[in-house]
T-cell receptor, first 115, second 115 residues
Framework: AQKITQTQPGMFVQEKEAVTLDCTYDTSDPSYGLFWYKQPSSGEMIFLIYQGSYDQQNATEGRYSLNFQKARKSANLVISASQLGDSAMYFCAMRGTYNFNKFYFGSGTKLNVKP | KAGVTQTPRYLIKTRGQQVTLSCSPISGHRSVSWYQQTPGQGLQFLFEYFSETQRNKGNFPGRFSGRQFSNSRSEMNVSTLELGDSALYLC??????????????FGQGTRLTVV
């Protein structure tokens, strides 16, 4: 079974500080990809970062980095130097070999950045 | 490069009516998948189309259907609308996972309200 777990329904962070959003997953797929998306109140899902299960290095995209620990089945998102515009819902998602392009999503984390 | 376009952005329908939503993927993407997002159920997979073929289907009643055209544009149809169908409907555009895992982009969504 494929499952994504995000255990932090809501989080607060001070502007300019770093924050880590947790994501754990379960899959029987031999090959899979892990994604993080940001969803502002407007509803659009904005792609942030991707990590392949066979990638040796952790992915980074600007202020976003993914702390991938395969043995622990975790793929935490780290946002450095938080900005007010980072306030949004964040979703961890996975797709793998056995299910074509179907995404499995976590329940999301609502991040609030305080000035 | 144009993004994923979903139309319309907002819809208000009456119970019992039917509705058709449209999704135009990024040029070159042959996979389109659809998701329903509600506060109670989160993001749920509806179906995925690749090269005009439905490859995967979620656990939704037969009132939910879709199709994909030769230009990769996709439509989803909901017949006999119920109040519980009120949701944000998102479509995702991507290359096939076998071609390139990383690219998977969402549209802005269609917010459907059933009254």
């Amino acid at each position: 079974a494929q499952k994504i777990t995000q255990t932090q329904p809501g989080m607060f962070v001070q502007e300019k500080e770093a924050v880590t959003l947790d994501c754990t997953y379960d899959t029987s797929d031999p090959s899979y990809g892990l994604f993080w998306y940001k969803q502002p109140s407007s509803g659009e899902m904005i792609f942030l970062i991707y990590q392949g299960s066979y990638d040796q290095q952790n992915a980074t995209e600007g202020r976003y980095s993914l702390n991938f620990q395969k043995a622990r089945k975790s793929a935490n998102l780290v946002i450095s130097a938080s900005q007010l515009g980072d306030s949004a819902m964040y979703f961890c998602a996975m797709r793998g070999t056995y299910n074509f392009n179907k995404f499995y999503f976590g329940s999301g984390t609502k991040l609030n950045v305080k000035p | 490069k144009a993004g994923v376009t979903q139309t319309p952005r907002y819809l208000i329908k009456t119970r019992g009516q039917q509705v058709t939503l449209s999704c135009s993927p990024i040029s070159g993407h042959r996979s389109v998948s659809w998701y329903q997002q509600t506060p109670g159920q989160g993001l749920q997979f509806l179906f995925e189309y690749f090269s005009e073929t439905q490859r995967n289907k979620g656990n939704f009643p037969g009132r939910f259907s879709g199709r994909q055209f030769s230009n990769s544009r996709s439509e989803m149809n909901v017949s006999t609308l119920e109040l519980g169908d009120s949701a944000l409907y998102l479509c995702a555009s991507s290359l096939d996972w076998r071609e390139k895992y990383t690219e998977a982009f969402f549209g802005q969504g269609t917010r459907l309200t059933v009254v």
